[in-house]
């Protein structure tokens, strides 16, 4: 496996006064190749799945590897895949006496060993978002193997020449043992669903909305658990946003006529205001998020995110906020920022938009793609992808263009009178809109994990909505490696 030195994305450019966990992700290449190898044998034979990837690339920009949940590989294989970096996953209840394998730092499909099984995969899982919608699609007859909502569903879906492509649907579930659901347990989670679906955004005081959905998670989190809980919170956050984002729903048609839906999602990332950012990051925390990397991009940035992943679901989160050149120290996801005299460009996004949490949505989604062939197809659709600001190996990525919104006049007149703007862009404001939301195209190689944080800084100045539209799509990057 490649070095962790050779790549150190991760290291804050500014210490803290109690320096978080250092999160400096490898590049695991050699974990990478193994597993293509072994895919690449597979699809040799069988040929629905080999027509499936030829499909997923053409119709969906999207590469096989990035949906497979998990390989059956015998237990021969253990040693390489220990030497690359994976280990046994002692929490999953792998069927059969099999050892569950994980790569704890790479963005990998996961490994089951079974004994007496010869080299080529007797068996690749696909993880769309909804297993009936998979077997829909494709006109499938085999029967669905658990219940409706429950926790792990499982589909053959091919087998041919000795190996057998599956199709399985996790519920806030890591293992791969499906059961029952418990009496009353369907209710209850449609009950949590319609919660969630129905939650209301826009209040008098935002303080307001972080207050009531803490009320929704007091009445959800009992009745279905944190994990399951956390699971419905983000299929209702992507369909927010997928209704304010029209390269979102294209893209999202394109991977239905799959029956794939998001089950290629990243992360998703949400702006905050100074003020109510330690709120959300304690919402996130009810929801069973663990904090990872934190970044302050420097005074000349003015902005810091603090990303969160949720083991379970495997939902990773990127949350930004304004920050000032003197809170280079202040661990801002735990302590509050007081009032700032000037705006950022989270603060005015927030400002103009609201709380992503809340009545904005989230600021984009991110989905892992083949990078090229997505620019490709979604300028065919109309939409078309700012320059990339990572363009590396092992890391691209870009926005689309972002969807123009109009801006509430009674918010932009509140910048105004605290001239946190000026009068020529309150004009500009009311009358044109301002930029909203992104779809963003991402391809990892080498099981990146991390982000790079140059990279990062210079697509967010390139979304300040006070430059022009012009200047915005034509954001570059500045970095020629990786950089913290």
């Given amino acids: 496996m490649t070095s962790t030195t050779q790549q150190n994305a991760e290291t804050p450019t500014k210490p803290f006064a109690s320096p978080p966990k250092q999160f400096d992700w490898p590049l695991a290449y050699d974990a990478e190749k193994f597993l293509t190898q072994r895919i690449s044998a ?13 499909r997923m690339r053409r119709e969906t920009g999207t590469d096989f590897f990035e949906w497979i949940d998990h390989l059956i590989l015998p237990t021969e ?28 730092r790479a963005t990998l499909p996961c490994v089951r060993l079974r004994p007496g099984q010869k080299e080529i995969p007797p068996v690749i899982a696909l993880r769309p978002e909804r297993v009936a919608d998979f077997k829909a699609r ?12 429950s926790r792990y569903r499982r589909l053959v879906v091919s087998e041919e020449n000795g190996v057998r492509l599956e199709a ?3 519920r806030a579930y890591r293992g791969y043992a499906p059961a029952p659901l418990k009496p009353g347990e369907l209710e209850a989670i449609l009950k949590v669903n319609d919660l969630w679906k129905t939650r209301p955004r826009l209040f008098s005081q935002d303080a307001q909305g972080f207050e009531f959905a803490n009320r929704l998670l007091d009445q959800s989190i009992p009745l279905i658990g944190r994990d399951l809980t956390c699971q419905i919170f983000f299929e209702e956050e992507r369909a927010y946003w997928e209704s304010r984002n029209r390269a979102g729903r294209i893209q999202k048609f394109r991977q239905d006529s799959l029956g794939l839906g998001w089950g290629n999602h990243d992360h998703h990332t949400f702006r905050c205001s100074r003020e109510h950012f330690v709120d959300l990051i304690e919402i996130l925390l009810k929801l069973g998020f663990e904090k990872r990397e934190r970044y302050y991009a420097g005074a000349e940035a003015g902005w810091g995110a603090q990303i969160s992943e949720q083991a379970t679901t495997g939902i990773v989160v990127f949350a930004d906020v304004d920050l000032m050149p003197d809170e280079t120290e202040i661990d801002f996801s735990a302590n509050r920022l007081p009032p700032a005299s000037r705006l950022g460009t989270v603060g005015l996004w927030v400002g103009l938009h609201g709380e992503s949490f809340l009545e904005a949505g989230m600021h984009h989604l991110e989905a892992r793609f083949d990078y090229q062939l997505l620019r490709e197809q979604l300028k065919e659709q109309g939409v078309n992808t700012m320059n990339p600001f990572s363009n590396f190996e092992f890391l691209r990525q870009a926005f689309t263009e972002g969807e123009r919104w109009p801006v509430n006049r009674a918010r932009a007149e509140r910048l105004l009178a605290a001239r946190l703007i000026t009068p020529q862009q309150f004009e500009k404001f009311t009358t044109e809109g301002a930029i909203g939301s992104h779809l963003e195209n991402l391809q990892r190689h080498g099981g990146f994990k991390g982000f790079n944080q140059k990279s990062v800084s210079v697509v ?25």
Avoid: C, M
Wanted: net charge negative; proline share 9%; hydrophobic share 40%.
């Fill in 138 to 149: 494709h006109n499938l007859t085999a029967d669905i193997e658990g219940a409706p909502y």
């Fill in 77 to 104: 294989d253990e040693p390489a895949l220990r030497r690359a970096g994976f280990v046994r996953d002692e929490a999953i209840d792998a069927p059969n006496g099999e050892t569950a394998l994980h790569h704890p």
């Fill in 42 to 54: 597979f699809l040799e034979r069988n040929r629905f799945a080999h027509a499936l990837a030829d």
């Fill in 168 to 170: 399985v649907e996790r």
């Fill in 460 to 484: 967010i100045a390139a979304t300040d909505p006070r430059k022009s539209h012009f200047e915005s799509a034509q954001a570059r990057p500045t970095a020629s490696e990786p950089a913290a």
